[in-house]
């Protein structure tokens, strides 16, 4: 079965998700479950051009600023694209200045990192479904809980403004130029 998304007046990559009861069994299946750019990203480990997410119309970020004059909503959470499993808190996501969208953490056991054959980054999946949402990066120096940033293609997720998260979330402030590590 593929994801309900239920509401009509929102975009459908902000729509309230149902989790995926069954998963496509082939990569075939999953084409008619995802966009063509979707699958390039959660099926084919494709990367979305930086700023695409919040440039785009209809994109993940774009309707965000339209829906909430903001990227970064208090409240809700953000969900796989694939299989509509909860990923993110929406308090997590912060401005990275990276042009995707990031974030300091996942929910826990939400997403799967897996080190590149390279070793050079560690790629995150969903841990439900196995689609590629992007990289996360250590280390370098973001003032947030983790020093983490989990650099997530627009197109991997979605936000469900009535996902639930902690009380006690933190939610840092977005970055300014000079405070972004070079």
Sequence with gaps: TTPTKLGSSLPANMKPIVKMEVLPKSEMAWLSVLSADQFNVLRDKGTE???FSEKTPGELEYELKRQFKSKYPTEGAYACAGCGSALYYAKS???SGCGWPAFWDNIPGAVTEIP???GRRVEIVCS????HLGHVFRGEGFPTPT???HCVNG??????PKGEQPSDM???R???LGEIPP
């Design 147 to 149: 020093d983490a940033r």
């Design 174 to 176: 977005s970055l300014t």
């Design 128 to 131: 439900n479904c196995n689609g």
């Design 170 to 172: 933190v939610q840092i």
């Design 93 to 95: 996501k912060f401005g």
């Design 116 to 118: 590149d054959a390279d």
């Design 49 to 51: 051009a930086p700023g």
């Design 155 to 160: 197109v991997s997720i979605q936000y469900d």
